[in-house]
């Protein structure tokens, strides 16, 4: 019996606080974890689009240039990001390496 009580309070003490910390999307965790679904978006006045998910996280996708032959979208989070296209999506760093691999995407 009291081993029973021991492995409860240890679920309830050291994993419960690690379950809630995983719902904090970063690049690492983002591919693997349960994806909420947005339960309100809107669009943006350059483009892009705004919202909240199921988990109260807040998400944002973004033009990277203005330019309407160019679809290059950078979507963010909580911690993570990516880029989203019409080549397909990007991991990069940083917008101007995002934008060097969408090019050479579109020339090949």
Do not use: C
Request: cysteine-free; charged content about 10%; proline content about 4%.
């Amino acid at each position: 019996m009291h081993v029973q009580i021991s492995i409860v309070l240890f679920a309830v003490v050291f994993v419960i606080p690690f379950l809630s910390h995983a719902a904090i999307y970063t690049n690492e965790n983002f591919l693997f974890s349960y994806h909420y679904k947005p339960v309100s978006f809107s669009l943006t006045a350059n483009g892009g689009f705004i919202g909240t998910l199921e988990n109260g996280a807040e998400f944002q996708q973004v033009p990277i240039l203005t330019d309407p032959s160019v679809r290059l979208h950078k979507f963010t989070v909580d911690n993570a990001y990516f880029y989203i296209s019409d080549k397909g999506t990007i991991q990069a760093s940083n917008n101007l390496a995002a934008l060097s691999i969408y090019s050479y995407l579109a020339t090949t």
